[in-house]
């Protein structure tokens, strides 16, 4: 049985306040886009985890997918499985590909071993392993408040327009992002913004890290500049980075501009 984890975009990042926990409350929009892992389950007598394409860093048994494994196995009687995950979703590139993973086995699961949990049930598994894996679990544009866990949905598509990425070979923590970040209401709502036309986004539709991060990697910033010069008609970075991803009206090639960046047009 094969899934296919898909990235996502965040349309929009406020981070609202800081929580007595240490986490944050923010304010965002996620939306699902096509670029997709694979991630496959076959029955077996010796359960094994095979990982291929982007390599993956560490322990592979502290994977998120593995992650997910267990935290269902503590629960649940599973059958013995072989775990294959071919990785074209990039790390620490703020596109969730590691929550997509996590939350997908967790569906994948569900359905294999015929386990009949509720995607509600599913979601609250989901948190236990990140922030963003709950979103994962339905998959469609949602407002997300709290620490990214609290859903509304939206009635909202980019369709009719092309999404390109753009991630450079830099690495920006999680940890030291929000730790930078200044916590404030945002002076508009996202949720206004997004039912304008994508080219009054500009200017209006802020994501929060980008006035930390872009100081401490200016060639992040230079990204999000050149996309504007190439035509997009909005351009953000998507969490704490490090990607940037522009929002066009005809498809660019964006290899040819960014040599030594992983790119993707997604239309």
């Known amino acids: 049985m094969i899934v296919f984890p898909n990235a996502k975009i965040n349309l929009g990042l406020n981070i609202v306040s800081k929580r007595p926990d240490g986490y ?9 886009l096509e670029l997709c892992d694979a991630l496959e389950v076959v029955p077996a007598s010796n359960p094994s985890f095979t990982p291929s394409g982007i390599a993956i860093d560490g322990d592979s ?3 998120l997918v593995m992650k997910a494994f267990h935290l269902l196995k503590a629960h649940y009687d599973l059958p013995e499985i072989a775990i294959y995950l071919q990785k074209n979703i990039p790390f620490g590139a703020g596109l969730g590909g590691g929550s997509a993973d996590a939350a997908f ?4 699961l569900n359905e294999f071993a015929e386990l009949h949990l509720s995607n509600e049930q599913l979601e609250e598994y989901a948190v236990q392993l990140g922030a963003d894996c709950p979103f994962f679990i339905q998959n469609q544009p949602v407002f997300a408040e709290g ?3 609290i859903f509304s949905p939206v009635p909202f598509s980019l369709s009719g327009y092309y999404v390109g990425l753009v991630k450079p070979d830099i690495h920006v923590s999680t940890q030291a992002a929000y730790s930078a970040v200044k916590p404030g209401k945002p002076h508009e709502s996202i949720l206004t913004i997004i039912q304008d036309p994508v080219d009054t986004w ?5 994501n929060d890290f980008e006035a930390s991060v872009f100081p401490a990697y200016p060639a992040i910033g230079r990204i999000k500049e050149k996309l504007y010069e190439l035509g997009a008609v909005y351009a953000s970075m998507s969490g704490s980075g490090s990607t940037v991803f522009g929002i066009f009206k ?5 290899s040819p501009e960014f040599p030594d960046c992983f790119t993707y047009m997604h239309v």
């Open 61 to 63: 048994q502290t994977n």
């Open 105 to 108: 086995m967790l569906k994948l």
């Open 202 to 206: 500009k200017g209006r539709l802020v």
């Open 147 to 149: 620490i990214g866990n």
């Open 24 to 32: 944050h409350n923010l304010e965002t929009v996620f939306y699902p």
């Open 250 to 254: 005809t498809p660019e090639k964006l």
